[in-house]
Every structure is written in structure tokens, then in C-alpha cells.
């Protein structure tokens, strides 16, 4: 099935700032796509600081995920209806207004706050991105704009580690963990100030707001979401797969909900029209397996440096930098690759990271963790920028511009939900292999152990008798739900020789166990890239006239009938 829209402004240039308009927004998409990783690395030191717990700083994390899927699809439908430099300008102002609050936060009860209201907030700011690319440039433009837009989000989202590190270990003006935040008040300041000069208003269709639609997508939303946060920490109850499956009616209910509203001639909060489009229903598959591949992988890498290898937040990000310039360079090419392969550029990108992923995996059993890595995070990089840049124009290629913030809302929300399943798929295999290995990482190490203790000084019964306990409170620590927190009756680390047999031990342990379990845990997420390169099967073997001017008017947004301000 194949529709095609006019537009009275289909004879007007484009617009000469269009470039500028550009920079502006991307500024916007930096910001919430940097804090969907910035923070991992700061996770201990507000533990610290704030003396929370583990339980509190999982959801520091959750909450910020959670408000920012919740808001896209409405506020999608809001930016068309309303216009989209309206709800840019308040997404912006509210995100920057949230990480202040965020970085001034005394408890943990008010981070966790304030950080549901900054996810809600990049909610609210990702669809006009999207929608005001789509409605600023001409047809032979958007493949380019789209592809940088895509180089900004896998470069924002791969560097956040390195960034969140250089922060807490500069220590600016002693504020430890709080520039991680800060750091978008000075960015979110000049992108408002510049945006109300530079960008035009433009809207999609008008008509009124389907709230019962909003409530009734929010409500799926919270279904899958909420399990797939809370799961992992709570064992996986019985109530978190009933919520999981209870999405899917809830989804089904939405979509003959909206299919009523379309039938009595009313706009609807999805149209359900562009799923007709095989680039744009395939494309939402796409983004979803992509992004849980993607974001699982660096989740699960960052937890094995960071906890398994005990490296700093700065190690940790420069050890993940060549990801983040592979992405960077294969996004540059990207649009011309595009041009001549079509969806071709996609399989080609998803198989590289797949021969990447296979690469970590190998790097990791037989070399090690560190510099080893380079090249395989290089060549995965380099796949994951042939993928995440152009897959945004080709989804949205078919979709007309009246409906540009409700797509747009879409892929986002797909994109959240496939970080959630990936971050949730890799905590489960990462933490569930922990455990089960945990006997045998500890066994490896208890000869050494007792070795040494013997050498410090201890009988050997007694040398005996504490490698036992060593093993007994390592397989414990392995198993709990908060891996950070001593088991009852173990203690901590002790002085001298004897503290430094068991500092040694543990050590040795921790590594052999999540070396092992990373490997798991690559494996797994590696799943949702094979499912993204089987996926792109199901897309047109060429975009629908993304590059052709056939395909879209080219005109020139100044020209909408409510000019900037």
C-alpha cells in the first residue's frame, strides 16, 4: 500500500538556514541521549556521597529511562497538533531546568525525582528533533541531515562513559559526581536561546488530542517497562511476566482505539496508515532489536570493567572510546554507502557489529579486557554507525510530513523499549551467570589463597577453614541482589599480609567470574543485532524515494503559518 501527500509549499526553496537549524537541534538530541549512559559511571560515587543504596541507584537510572519512554508518543501527536519548535523549546528548557535540580539533589529520593522529570522531559524533546529535520529539509537533504543526526545519537550514547569519567575524575571545584549533570546546563542554556532565534514553528495535522489514546499507550508503555526495570532486582516474580503479557492486549486495545477515531474521521494519536509502510512497520522492529544490542552491549561491558575489573569511571570510558570513533567514521560514509546499497547499508552495519560482538567475545576469552578490545569496539563502532545513521531516514521515509512528530514518537519509543529489554536481558544472563560460576571462580582461587596465607603466617587449619569462608562469602556476594554489599558475616577487607592474601584472592576471583559471565552476556545481546540484520529483510529492497525529489516538497519552513518569533 503506498499513499502520497502534497503540499501547497511544495515550490518553495528551502531554507537557507536550514544548516544552522540543524546544529541547533542536534544540540537538543545530544543532551538526552548523553544522560541515557553519562550516569552509569557515576553510579558509585553518588552511592557514596548520597549514602544510598544499591536498590536506590537502579532506580536513578530507571526513573530517567522510564519518564523519557513514556512521554514520546504523546508528545509526538502534541508537536504536530501544537507545533513542533514549541514543544522543542519546552523540552528543552525543562530537561536543562532537571539536570540543575539533579546536580543540586540532597537524597536519593529527590535524584530519583528529579530525574523521572528529566526523562519525561527528553521525552518531550526527541520527537521535534525528528519532526523538524523532516519538515526543514528537501527530499535530496534528509539522508544527510539524518545520517548526522544518527552519527550524534551513537557517538552521545557511546562516549557517555569516557565523559561521565573525565568529570568525576577532574573533580571540578569538588563537586565529585555533580558536573556529570551540570554538564547540560551551559549546553541546554545556549541550544534554548539559540533555538528561539533560529528555528521556525511548523506543525503536522491539526485536530484534537486523543487522550484516551495517550492514556491507553502510556498504560502498554508502563506494562512492559516497569517489569523489565524492576525485574532483575527482584528475583523476576510471578506479577512481572503477568504485567509483560498483559501489554500486548493493552497494545491491541490501543490500536483498534485508534482505528475507531480514524474511521469517525478524527485524528488519532498514531495513524495506524504508516504501518502500512513496510519501511516505517519494519523499521520500529529494527530499532527495537538494534538498540537492545547496542545499549546491552556497553551496559554489560561497563559493569564487567567497572566492577568485575575494578576500573575507574575514566578507564572504563577510554578503554569504550574506540567504539564511539568507529561510530563516528562509519556514520560519515554512511549516507553515501546508503545511496548506493539502499537497505543494503543496514545489513552490511549489523553484520559488522555482529563479526564485532563475536570479536569481544573471543577478545575476552583468550586475551583479555583492556587495549585488547580496541580493535573488535573499533570494527563494532564502525557496523553500528552504518546502521543507527541511516536507519532513521529509510524508516521514515514513506511517512508523510503531517504525521512527522506521531512517527517520530514511535521510533523513539521503540528505541527506549529496546534499551530497556537489552539493559534487562543483560543484567539477567550477567548477574544469573555470576552466580552460578561464582563456586567455580572462587575454587580456582582458593589454592593461591591458601598459599599465601600459610606464607603470612596462619596455621594450616586455620588457613583451611578461612579460604573456606573466603569461598562461602564470595558465591554469596555472586548471588545477592546488591553485588556491591558485604554478605552478613563476612568482613571486609583486613591489614597486612594476611588482608592482602584476601584482597588478592578476591581480585583474581571477581575477574575469572565475570570474565565468564560477560562472555554469556555479550552473547545474549548479540541476539537483537541478528535479529536487526534478519529484520532488514522485510524492508524495501530500495527507500521510498528518500533522496528523490519526488518524494518530499521541497519548501521552505519559514513559510508555515506561524513563523518563529
Given at each position: 500500500m503506498t499513499e502520497s501527500w502534497t503540499d501547497e509549499r511544495s515550490?518553495?526553496?528551502?531554507?537557507?538556514?536550514?544548516?544552522?537549524?540543524?546544529?541547533?537541534?542536534?544540540?537538543?538530541?545530544?543532551?538526552?541521549?548523553?544522560?541515557?549512559?553519562?550516569?552509569?559511571?557515576?553510579?558509585?560515587?553518588?552511592?557514596?556521597?548520597?549514602?544510598?543504596?544499591?536498590?536506590?541507584?537502579?532506580?536513578v537510572i530507571a526513573g530517567y529511562a522510564l519518564g523519557y519512554g513514556l512521554l514520546l508518543i504523546p508528545a509526538g501527536r502534541i508537536g504536530d497538533r501544537?507545533?513542533?519548535?514549541?514543544?522543542?523549546?519546552?523540552?528543552?528548557?525543562?530537561?536543562?531546568?532537571?539536570?540543575?535540580?539533579?546536580?543540586?539533589?540532597?537524597?536519593?529520593?529527590?535524584?530519583?525525582?528529579?530525574?523521572?522529570?528529566?526523562?519525561?522531559?527528553?521525552?518531550?524533546?526527541?520527537?521535534?528533533?525528528?519532526?523538524?529535520?523532516?519538515?526543514?529539509?528537501?527530499?535530496?537533504?534528509?539522508?544527510?541531515?539524518?545520517?548526522?543526526?544518527?552519527?550524534?545519537?551513537?557517538?552521545?550514547?557511546?562516549?557517555?562513559p569516557l565523559l561521565g569519567g573525565l568529570l568525576i575524575a577532574w573533580d571540578l571545584n569538588g563537586w565529585d559526581w555533580r558536573p556529570v549533570f551540570l554538564l547540560n546546563v551551559p549546553i541546554g542554556v545556549a541550544t534554548f536561546v539559540a533555538a528561539l532565534i533560529l528555528v521556525p514553528e511548523s506543525r503536522g495535522r491539526r485536530g484534537g488530542l486523543d487522550v484516551i489514546g495517550m492514556l491507553l499507550v502510556s498504560a502498554a508503555v508502563l506494562l512492559l517497562a516497569v517489569p523489565l526495570v524492576e525485574g532483575q532486582r527482584l528475583g523476576w516474580p510471578a506479577w512481572t511476566f503477568v504485567s509483560m503479557a498483559?501489554?500486548?492486549?493493552?497494545?491491541?486495545?490501543?490500536?483498534?482505539?485508534?482505528?475507531?477515531?480514524?474511521?469517525?474521521?478524527?485524528?488519532?494519536?498514531?495513524?495506524?496508515?504508516?504501518?502500512?509502510?513496510?519501511?516505517?512497520?519494519?523499521?520500529?522492529?529494527?530499532?527495537?532489536?538494534?538498540?537492545?544490542?547496542?545499549?546491552?552491549?556497553?551496559?554489560?561491558?561497563?559493569?564487567h570493567l567497572q566492577i568485575g575489573?575494578?576500573?575507574?569511571?575514566?578507564?572504563?570510558?577510554?578503554?569504550?572510546l574506540p567504539f564511539s570513533f568507529g561510530t563516528l567514521v562509519g556514520a560519515a560514509i554512511s549516507d553515501n554507502v546508503a545511496r548506493a546499497l539502499g537497505r543494503g547499508v543496514l545489513m552490511l552495519g549489523a553484520g559488522i557489529v555482529i563479526v564485532g560482538m563475536v570479536g569481544i567475545?573471543?577478545?575476552?576469552?583468550?586475551?583479555?579486557?583492556?587495549?585488547?578490545?580496541?580493535?573488535?569496539?573499533?570494527?563494532?563502532?564502525?557496523?553500528?554507525?552504518?546502521?543507527?545513521?541511516?536507519?532513521?531516514?529509510?524508516?521514515?521515509?514513506?511517512?508523510?510530513?503531517?504525521?512527522?512528530?506521531?512517527?517520530?514518537g514511535v521510533?523513539?519509543?521503540?528505541?527506549?523499549?529496546?534499551?530497556?529489554?537489552?539493559?534487562?536481558v543483560a543484567g539477567v544472563v550477567l548477574f544469573?551467570?555470576?552466580?552460578?560460576?561464582s563456586?567455580?571462580?572462587?575454587?580456582?582461587?582458593?589454592?593461591?589463597?591458601?598459599?599465601?596465607?600459610?606464607?603470612?603466617?596462619?596455621?594450616?587449619?586455620?588457613?583451611?577453614?578461612?579460604?573456606?569462608?573466603?569461598?562461602?562469602?564470595?558465591?554469596?556476594?555472586s548471588r545477592a541482589s546488591d553485588p556491591t554489599a558485604t554478605p552478613p558475616g563476612c568482613a571486609d577487607s583486613a591489614p597486612g599480609p594476611v588482608g592482602a592474601a584476601f584482597d588478592s584472592a578476591a581480585t583474581s576471583a571477581l575477574e575469572t567470574n565475570f570474565n565468564r559471565a560477560v562472555q554469556w552476556t555479550v552473547g545474549a545481546v548479540l541476539v537483537g543485532v541478528i535479529l536487526t540484520f534478519l529484520l532488514v529483510y522485510l524492508l524495501p529492497r530500495r527507500p521510498e524515494e528518500p533522496w528523490a525529489e519526488a518524494s518530499k516538497p521541497d519548501w521552505n519552513v519559514t513559510t508555515q503559518t506561524e513563523p518563529a518569533q
Open positions: 515550490a518553495a526553496p528551502p531554507n537557507p538556514r536550514r544548516w544552522l537549524i540543524l546544529a541547533v537541534i542536534l544540540a537538543g538530541a545530544f543532551m538526552i541521549l548523553l544522560a541515557t549512559t553519562i550516569v552509569n559511571v557515576a553510579v558509585a560515587p553518588i552511592q557514596r556521597d548520597l549514602r544510598s543504596t544499591y536498590t536506590a541507584m537502579e532506580w501544537f507545533g513542533h519548535r514549541k514543544l522543542f523549546l519546552i523540552g528543552v528548557a525543562g530537561f536543562t531546568l532537571a539536570s540543575a535540580a539533579s546536580a543540586l539533589a540532597d537524597t536519593p529520593g529527590q535524584l530519583i525525582a528529579f530525574q523521572v522529570v528529566q526523562g519525561m522531559m527528553a521525552g518531550i524533546l526527541n520527537p521535534p528533533v525528528l519532526a523538524l529535520i523532516q519538515t526543514t529539509f528537501p527530499a535530496k537533504e534528509t539522508g544527510k541531515a539524518y545520517g548526522i543526526y544518527g552519527a550524534i545519537g551513537g557517538i552521545a550514547t557511546a562516549s557517555g498483559a501489554a500486548l492486549p493493552a497494545l491491541a486495545v490501543f490500536a483498534v482505539w485508534e482505528l475507531r477515531r480514524a474511521r469517525r474521521a478524527q485524528v488519532p494519536l498514531v495513524s495506524m496508515r504508516l504501518f502500512a509502510h513496510r519501511s516505517f512497520s519494519a523499521g520500529v522492529g529494527i530499532s527495537l532489536c538494534y538498540f537492545a544490542g547496542f545499549i546491552g552491549l556497553l551496559f554489560a561491558l561497563s559493569l575489573l575494578e576500573k575507574s569511571a575514566l578507564t572504563t570510558g577510554l578503554i569504550l567475545i573471543a577478545t575476552i576469552h583468550w586475551w583479555g579486557s583492556g587495549l585488547e578490545l580496541l580493535p573488535a569496539l573499533l570494527f563494532a563502532g564502525f557496523g553500528s554507525g552504518l546502521v543507527i545513521a541511516p536507519s532513521v531516514e529509510i524508516v521514515l521515509a514513506g511517512v508523510p510530513w503531517q504525521d512527522a512528530g506521531a512517527a517520530s521510533l523513539g519509543t521503540a528505541q527506549r523499549l529496546g534499551q530497556a529489554i537489552g539493559v534487562a544469573g551467570t555470576l552466580g552460578s560460576y563456586g567455580t571462580a572462587a575454587e580456582k582461587a582458593s589454592p593461591e589463597l591458601q598459599a599465601s596465607l600459610v606464607a603470612a603466617g596462619l596455621p594450616p587449619a586455620e588457613a583451611s577453614a578461612a579460604t573456606t569462608t573466603f569461598a562461602d562469602c564470595f558465591i554469596r556476594q
